[in-house]
């Protein structure tokens, strides 16, 4: 694994705990958001970053 590659997984993993937005992520590794999002699988990471909680509250807020 080289650096840019290690940049690439914390980027994703800091996407997934919701420390950064997926734009942040992207700028943080010189990628635009939509090519970020494409490769967040390669680290475990889903698109859909939205916890079940809020999910909860929303459809009980509707």
Do not use: C, W
């Not at 590659?5 to 996407?15: I, N, T």
């Not at 700028?27 to 090519?35: A, K």
Request: aromatic fraction near 12%; glycine fraction near 4%; charge should be negative.
């Amino acid at each position: 694994m080289d650096q840019n590659d290690v940049v690439k997984f914390l980027a994703a993993k800091l996407y997934e705990s919701g420390r950064l937005t997926l734009a942040q992520a992207a700028n943080m590794v010189g990628m635009r958001s939509v090519d970020f999002a494409d490769i967040l699988s390669q680290y475990g990471v889903s698109f859909f970053n939205y916890p079940v909680s809020d999910i909860k509250r929303d459809v009980a807020n509707a």
